[in-house]
Nanobody
Framework: QLQASGGGLVQPGGSLRLSCAAS????????MGWFRQAPGKEREFVAGITRGGGTARYTDMAKGRFTISKDNAKNTVYLQIISLKPEDTAVYYCAAAAIGIVPTSTQGYKYWGQGTLVTVSS
């Protein structure tokens, strides 16, 4: 089970750190991804990190403003977002894949969290 948290209402230019806590599966053996889905749009890949934490992958949109990290001891993955923009408004989902590379499609992930809503507005 994956439990995402940390979303909320934030002003443009602000920052947030999303968390995704895992239970019943070990992040030591799972690659983790963050996706987001804005109203009326498809779910899109944002960032991912390999199970060992050695490799992170980002979409071009995410580079420079999003940072994914994981704490295997806490069985938690994080997504730090800075300089938030209104277009970042979406439900953010974490997902887990029992493979060693970072898939960028939703089909690559087996386990999904319930999502946390991020709203960027003044």
């Amino acid at each position: 089970q994956l439990q995402a948290s940390g979303g909320g209402l934030v002003q443009p230019g602000g920052s947030l750190r999303l968390s995704c806590a895992a239970s019943g599966l070990s992040l030591r053996s799972h690659t983790m991804g963050w996706f987001r889905q804005a109203p009326g749009k498809e779910r899109e890949f944002v960032a991912g990190i390999t199970r060992g934490g050695g490799t992170a992958r980002y979409t071009d949109m995410a580079k420079g403003r999003f940072t994914i990290s994981k704490d295997n001891a806490k069985n938690t993955v994080y997504l730090q977002i800075i300089s938030l923009k209104p277009e970042d408004t979406a439900v953010y989902y974490c997902a887990a894949a029992a493979i060693g590379i970072v898939p960028t499609s939703t089909q690559g992930y087996k386990y999904w969290g319930q999502g946390t809503l991020v709203t960027v507005s003044s």
